[in-house]
Each structure stands twice: as structure tokens, then as C-alpha cells.
């Protein structure tokens, strides 16, 4: 999975608590994205980061925050889990945003079930 | 709402025969279409991509057809394998949404031996 890990794997979480998913990547991409799959909707962008500090917001952010403090780690954070964010969330990075060199390449995937 | 529109949601086709998925989107200013494959348990990867300067492009046993009038684009895996039992997504992205990819809902495909 082109030098990405996802940690945890797998978590089974309460409604109300907070979760933070960890994203990291080997390959130094500049370009770090998080995705929640569901079924009949593919994949959805959550939030993206073009480099340290700078972030920003896909088409379904809302009850999401996301950090990225170092090149390598990117760390999606549920402030208050709710059952419909329920879902499996995918990371994954990129050398840049344009065209032809915009593959992105996807980690193995956490699965979130929320309680 | 959805940008790009998938069909079928699943399809069943024997060893041997032709797969095809087909997309369509609205955004006139989409200017790159990857095909991504995800097997149970893995995330997505990149299978396929055209450019709308051409209307076909062909990676072995895969190819991408692309029409730019009816703004269709669509996926045919010819002599499918049981091992392209997968599900696909088809994608775009353009200037105007900041080149971030809008996903179809993806396609199961079975390929029975």
C-alpha cells in the first residue's frame, strides 16, 4: 500500500466519545487526504492537507478536524462519534493535485463502527 | 449531490467475457478520469486514467472509452478473469473543484469461472 499505514485498524467506539485516526506515510507526498466509503456512496472526501498546517475541507467535513504537525502523519479526529459516521476511512497521498500526476494512493483502510 | 453518476451497481459475467461500467458526469471542466480497483479488505488503487484529448485508451486488458459530447466515459475489461473480481470506481477531477476527485459510487463486479 505505497508506504501508508493506518492505525487502528479497526475500532469499536461509543456515541459521544472523540477518535482520532492516525494516517502515516513513508513517501514524503505533500498531499494527504481522508475518505470515508460507504455503501452506495463511494468514497467521499472528508478533509485534505497540501503541507503542514494547511488543511482544508472536502464535501462532508462537517463533525471532522483534522492535523498534520509533521510531513508524514496525518490525524483525522471525530470530536463526537455518531452512529452515521459509522463507516470505513481510507487516507491517502499524493505528489501533487493536477491532472496526470494526481494518483493518489490509498492506505489499507480503518473500520469505524460507532456504538 | 453525486458528480459522477456509476451504473451498474453490480454485474455478474462469465470467465472470458466483457465487463463494462459506464459513467457519467456533468462538470464540463473535468479534464482527468482515473479508474480505481479495490479488492475486499485493501483500499483503492489506480487501474486506468484518460485524459479528454483522446477517446480511447487501452492498458492490456483494460480499456477506457471517452466520449467528451455526451460526457460519458466508461470501462470495459475484456476476457474477464476471476481474479478482476473487484469493485471499480470511476473519478474526475478539473480546475474547478481544485483538482480534488469526485468518486462514482462504484461498481461490483463477479467474474464466475
Known amino acids: 500500500d505505497a508506504g501508508i499505514t493506518q492505525s487502528p485498524r479497526h475500532k469499536v467506539t461509543e456515541t459521544g466519545t472523540p477518535v482520532t485516526l492516525r494516517c502515516h506515510q513513508t513517501?514524503?507526498?505533500?498531499?494527504m487526504y481522508w475518505y470515508r466509503q460507504d455503501p452506495g456512496h463511494g468514497l467521499r472526501l472528508i478533509h485534505y492537507?497540501?503541507?503542514?498546517?494547511?488543511?482544508d475541507k472536502g464535501e462532508v467535513s462537517d463533525g471532522y478536524s483534522v492535523s498534520r504537525s509533521k510531513t508524514e502523519d496525518f490525524l483525522l479526529t471525530l470530536e463526537s462519534a455518531t452512529s452515521s459516521q459509522t463507516s470505513v476511512y481510507f487516507c491517502?497521498?499524493?505528489?501533487?493535485?493536477?491532472?496526470?500526476?494526481?494518483?493518489?494512493?490509498f492506505g489499507p483502510g480503518t473500520r469505524l463502527t460507532v456504538l | 449531490q453525486q458528480q459522477v453518476k456509476q451504473s451498474p451497481q453490480s454485474l455478474i459475467v462469465q470467465k472470458g467475457g466483457i465487463s463494462i461500467i459506464n459513467c457519467a458526469y456533468e462538470?464540463?471542466?473535468?479534464?482527468?478520469f482515473p479508474w480505481y480497483q479495490q479488492f475486499p479488505g485493501k483500499g483503492p488503487a489506480l487501474l486506468i486514467a484518460?485524459?479528454?484529448?483522446?477517446s480511447e485508451k487501452k492498458e492490456g486488458r483494460f480499456t477506457i472509452s471517452f466520449n467528451k459530447s455526451a460526457k460519458q466515459f466508461s470501462l470495459h475489461i475484456m476476457d474477464s478473469q476471476p481474479g478482476d473480481s473487484a469493485t471499480y470506481f470511476c473519478?474526475?477531477?478539473?480546475?474547478?473543484?481544485?483538482?480534488?476527485?469526485?468518486f462514482g459510487a462504484g461498481t461490483t463486479v463477479t467474474v464466475r469461472a
Open positions: 491517502a497521498i499524493s505528489e501533487s493535485m493536477g491532472g496526470s500526476y494526481n494518483e493518489q494512493f
Open positions: 513517501e514524503n507526498h505533500r498531499y
Open positions: 492537507s497540501y503541507g503542514v498546517k494547511d488543511t
Open positions: 462538470n464540463t471542466a473535468f479534464d482527468y
Open positions: 484518460i485524459r479528454p484529448d483522446v
Open positions: 473519478a474526475a477531477s478539473g480546475d474547478s473543484n481544485d483538482y480534488k476527485l469526485s
